[in-house]
């Protein structure tokens, strides 16, 4: 079993910046990807952001050149760090995690990103 827990959501305004934290315990050594996902109200969930074991990353086109995704293997904690945030942004943001072989994912409960003035 892998546990992810998110931290770093809240309520910032148009064109500002949040860094989200998705720290993991448990089986860490069986995932071979992490990434963030998000769903925003009304709305399916939606990949955000992937890094996998070679340090590869994959962005969503609704947020390439303004979210950087990155981890701290020392730490087993992955980053999302988003810039220039704007309103349709704004949903729960998902860590998950995926495991090598099988490909079964883990997930977080989710932090709340609200991006309005």
């Known amino acids: 079993q892998v546990q992810l827990v998110e931290s770093g959501g809240g309520l910032v305004q148009p064109g500002g910046s949040l860094r989200l934290s998705c720290a993991a315990s448990?089986?860490?050594?069986?995932?071979?990807?992490m990434g963030w996902y998000r769903q925003a109200p009304g709305k399916e969930r939606e990949l955000v952001s992937t890094i996998i074991s070679g340090g590869r990353t994959n962005y969503a086109d609704s947020v390439k050149g303004r979210f950087t995704i990155s981890r701290d293997n020392a730490k087993n904690r992955v980053y999302l760090q988003m810039n220039n945030l704007k309103p349709e942004d704004t949903a729960v943001y998902y860590c998950n995690a995926r495991r090598a072989g099988d490909g079964m994912d883990y997930w977080g409960k989710g932090t709340l990103v609200t991006v309005s003035s």
């Open positions: 448990g089986n860490i050594f069986s995932i071979n990807a």
